[in-house]
C-alpha cells in the first residue's frame, strides 16, 4: 500500500467532525455533517470509569458541557445528562458514532491516553475489529502507538507532535515532542504536526512519511501550510485550493 496515495492524504479532514453554531464538536451532528459533504473525520477517544469508549476532547467536562468534573469520572449511563455546548447533542460512544459513520467516510482516531498503556487500547482495538469502514490512529503518546505497532501493525498509525508554545507540558515533554525523539519507539507511518510550526527542521527528516498539518482554521493559513505538507486537519472554515 502507497500510503501517499491513500484517504490519509487526498482529502483535508474535518477537526472533530464538521462543526458550527449548529453541531457542535464531536457530535453526532458535527460527524453527520462531515459525512453529507465527504470529509474524512478526526475525532478524540477516550475511557470512562466503567471501560466505556467516548469520544470527547477535553480531559474536563467544563468547556463542552458546562458542567464541572472530569471526564474519566463518568459512566455510560451519565453520558445522556452532558448537553454539548448547549445543544440537543449529548457526549457521543465511540460505537454510536462508528454505528452512523459505518464506512461512508474514513476516520482518524485520536487516543487520548496520558496514563498507562494498555486498557483503553485493547478495547479500542476490540471495537475496532468489529467495524468496516477505514480508518487510522494517532496519539501524541508515542507509547500508544508502540502498542498498537506490536498488537495491530496493520493499522495506521501517526505521531501527533508540536511546538506547544503557551500549552502546560512539562519543559521535558516539549522537548521530545517538538523533535519525536521516541519515534524510534511508535514507529509511525505517518506525521501530524502543528500546523504553525511548520516548515521546520525536525520533520523534514521523515520525507519518507505523509505529513499532516493540524489543526487549520482559515483559507489563509491554508495556503500557508499547504506547501509544505501533504493533508490538514481543518476547522471553521472548509479549504479551497
Request: a neutral charge; proline letters at 4%; one cysteine or more.
Amino acid at each position: 500500500m502507497d500510503i501517499f496515495k491513500s484517504w490519509l492524504v487526498e482529502r483535508c479532514i474535518a477537526h472533530r467532525g464538521l462543526h458550527n453554531d449548529q453541531f457542535p464538536e464531536n457530535s453526532l451532528g458535527a460527524f453527520n455533517n462531515a459525512i453529507i459533504n465527504g470529509y474524512p473525520i478526526e475525532l478524540d477517544v477516550h475511557m470512562i470509569s466503567d471501560g466505556t469508549l467516548v469520544v470527547f476532547h477535553d480531559d474536563t467536562l467544563s468547556r463542552m458541557t458546562g458542567k464541572d468534573g472530569y471526564l474519566k469520572n463518568l459512566n455510560k449511563d451519565d453520558l445522556k445528562e452532558y448537553f454539548l455546548a448547549q445543544s440537543k447533542y449529548t457526549i457521543p460512544t465511540l460505537e454510536e458514532v462508528l454505528s452512523l459513520v459505518d464506512g461512508k467516510v474514513p476516520l482518524l482516531i485520536e487516543i487520548k491516553n496520558n496514563s498507562k498503556v494498555g486498557a483503553l487500547e485493547t478495547k479500542l482495538l476490540e471495537t475496532l475489529k468489529k467495524y468496516n469502514g477505514d480508518y487510522a490512529i494517532e496519539s501524541f503518546n508515542p507509547y500508544v502507538l508502540e502498542w498498537f505497532k506490536n498488537n495491530a501493525p496493520e493499522i495506521l498509525r501517526g505521531q501527533l507532535a508540536g511546538f506547544f508554545k503557551g500549552e502546560k507540558l512539562s519543559s521535558i515533554k516539549k522537548f521530545a515532542l517538538k523533535r519525536m525523539l521516541l519515534n524510534k519507539i511508535a514507529m509511525p507511518n505517518f506525521i501530524s504536526y502543528e500546523a504553525t510550526s511548520l516548515p521546520n527542521r525536525f520533520v523534514r527528516k521523515y520525507k519518507t512519511l505523509p505529513l499532516i498539518a493540524w489543526t487549520v482554521r482559515s483559507q489563509e493559513e491554508y495556503l500557508k501550510v499547504v506547501k509544505y505538507c501533504d493533508n490538514v486537519i481543518f476547522e471553521n472554515f472548509e479549504p479551497k485550493i
